[in-house]
């Protein structure tokens, strides 16, 4: 089972529109229960977001793995990626 931390919790609740036209939790624990269904992934840093979207065989196009919408940046240094 994956867990994920206050930090991660809300990041997601507050930038989840960036992925969804509508709302999918509305506290950290449902956020919690929708990431882990989700099998949503937190990477290190932006150079592993790049080699998990490779190894993924995902299709960034001419942008960054970081800027694509199923990528939050938590804001120290670490990446939740999920898959909508």
Known sequence: ??????????????????????????????????????????????????AFFEEEGMDVGEGSATDADEVFEIGDGRYLVVEG
Request: hydrophobic share 40%; with cysteine.
């Open 1 to 50: 089972m994956h867990e994920y931390d206050d930090a991660v919790l809300q990041c997601f609740l507050e930038k989840q529109g960036q992925l969804f036209s509508e709302e999918v939790a509305g506290t950290p624990e449902e956020a919690e229960a929708f990431l882990s269904d989700c099998m949503a992934v937190v990477l290190g840093s932006a150079d592993e977001v790049e």
